[in-house]
């Protein structure tokens, strides 16, 4: 038991220490529907993110490739901006009354994303509220303004 409570201790003790930027963060972003993110930084002020969510009935995955600025004069705070592509399925009925599914319908297009992220010093945490409009080019095409996302990670 006290092996456990010293590793917890420690564990504690190096989030409490860590930077405010992170290696990568892993989460649940808000949205019309929730959907799983998994950004990472790469080199420099650079990150990809990868979200995968709900589409009607079907599912869809979108990555983005970001570019962060400080915000706030802050080392906690950051803008970022950035662009990427989605691609989605989602199956259709035959008929309004048909119980059973019939073809998928795909889609596919591209994002673009503008937000701004915290990361936590106290605790492993960062958290973001963005704006990602989209456009599809396969079925269902049009812009999409207004998708807003408000995500929550686990950063490590």
Not at 2 to 30: C, D, E, M, P, W
Not at 60 to 83: D, I, Q, V
Not at 100 to 122: L, N, R, S
Not at 124 to 148: C, H, Q
Request: avoid cysteine.
């Amino acid at each position: 038991m006290k092996k456990h409570i010293t590793i917890l201790s420690l564990l504690l003790i190096l989030s409490v220490t860590a930077k405010a930027q992170y290696n990568g963060a892993v989460g649940i972003r808000f949205t019309d529907g929730p959907a799983v993110t998994a950004k990472f930084n790469a080199w420099g002020s650079s990150a990809f993110e990868v979200l995968v969510g709900g589409f009607g009935n079907g599912l869809k995955g979108t990555f983005l490739y970001e570019m962060h600025k400080p915000a706030f004069n802050s080392s906690r705070w950051r803008w970022y901006y950035g662009f990427g592509g989605h691609a989605g399925a989602s199956p259709v009925k035959r008929k309004n009354y048909d119980p059973i599914y019939g073809d998928a319908v795909f889609h596919i297009g591209a994002d673009g994303i503008v937000g701004i992220e915290h990361t936590f010093t106290e605790i492993p945490v960062n958290i973001s509220a963005d704006w990602k409009p989209e456009f599809n080019f396969v079925n269902y095409t049009g812009l999409v303004l207004p998708v807003f996302g408000l995500s929550a990670r686990f950063a490590f």
